[in-house]
């Protein structure tokens, strides 16, 4: 059995990416959860242990265990079993993907060792049941990324169509978390349910771009594109001192940024790991007379999504 076991490595990620909302993700390099994963005798998901995060072990009460049984049946064998240990790199509540990275990795590491049956794309699916344990809804923003790597676009749900984008090769991500717990359930509610037709229109445009930009490696454009004007100005309450943040960050050079899912973390996007570390510098700045806790990533973005070794 010992080639059966596995050391899987899922990212963290940014969902939403401004303009984004609900539909572009994107994967960093770090951090990200681990997760040591075999084969077992005993049918379904065994968790024999949760470092860093008190979690439950209880398959069902776990967005791993939860991801994995989705994918057992479609399997067909309900009687395979997978055995885990799950090492929480991300803190939950982070706004950069924790559920999604957790529940990314599972099924990619599921998958391999049942011998890869299913596609990355349908995996992304198994995926969305962890989420939907975690924040009462099945969205694919985090957990799309995480799989596929780079920035991925969610067309639609019904059906699900999902298509990943282009990364250009100098596009670098700086995010700050500072260390106060946002829950999605509890940012999602303070959302407008209708938004104005000019606002939608505004919206559209900036998505538009963005995804040309990104093709076309069109940094000026991508800057551009990076405005949110239906989402950020509601939930911008949430994060101490969000706009001198996003003010500070551009005159350091990013090319522009937002909340990184629901928050509270905050991303810049930048040309380059010179202006990505400029940025970080600046976020440390501005936040370390605030008397808040806080950490700050500065990533690559990850174009190949979770990664498998051999233990």
């Known amino acids: 059995m010992e080639n059966d076991c596995i050391k899987v490595f899922a990212p963290a990620t940014v969902a939403n990416v401004a303009c984004g909302f609900d539909v572009i993700g994107l994967a960093m390099d770090a951090p990200g959860d681990e997760m040591i994963m075999r084969k077992s005798d005993k049918p379904g998901v065994t968790i024999t242990a949760v470092h860093g995060a008190s979690l439950s072990t209880d398959p069902a009460q776990n967005v791993c265990g939860v991801a994995i049984q989705a994918l057992l049946q479609k399997y067909g064998q309900p009687d395979a079993g997978i055995e885990l240990e799950l090492f929480k790199n991300i803190p939950p509540g982070s706004g950069i993907g924790s559920s999604a990275a957790s529940s990314a990795g599972a099924v990619v590491g599921a998958n391999y060792l049942l011998g890869n049956p299913f596609t990355p794309k349908q995996l992304v699916r198994f995926a969305m049941e962890g989420e939907r344990l975690a924040s009462g809804a099945a969205h694919a923003d985090n957990v799309a990324p995480a799989i596929l790597g780079g920035f991925t676009l969610v067309r639609s749900?019904?059906?699900?169509?999902?298509?990943?984008?282009?990364?250009?090769?100098?596009?670098?991500?700086?995010?700050?978390?500072?260390?106060?717990?946002?829950?999605?359930?509890?940012?999602?509610?303070?959302?407008?349910?209708?938004?104005?037709?000019?606002?939608?229109?505004?919206?559209?445009?900036?998505?538009?771009?963005?995804?040309?930009?990104?093709?076309?490696?069109?940094?000026?454009?991508?800057?551009?594109?990076?405005?949110?004007?239906?989402?950020?100005?509601?939930?911008?309450?949430?994060?101490p001192a969000f706009y001198e943040l996003k003010v500070k960050c551009k005159e350091a050079g990013a090319l522009g940024g937002g909340i990184s899912g629901s928050g509270p973390s905050v991303f810049m996007l930048s040309r380059g790991e010179e202006n990505a570390r400029k940025v970080a510098a600046m976020m440390d700045t501005v936040y370390a007379p605030l008397g808040v806790d806080y950490k700050i990533h500065v990533s690559k973005i990850n174009t190949e999504g979770v990664k498998i070794t051999k233990v």
């Open 157 to 239: 749900y019904k059906p699900l169509d999902i298509t990943g984008l282009h990364t250009p090769s100098e596009l670098w991500v700086t995010v700050i978390h500072p260390q106060i717990e946002v829950k999605t359930s509890d940012a999602r509610e303070i959302l407008k349910q209708k938004v104005l037709m000019t606002d939608a229109i505004r919206q559209w445009g900036n998505v538009g771009a963005l995804v040309a930009g990104l093709y076309q490696e069109n940094y000026d454009l991508i800057s551009r594109s990076l405005e949110d004007a239906i989402v950020e100005p509601v939930r911008a309450i949430l994060i």
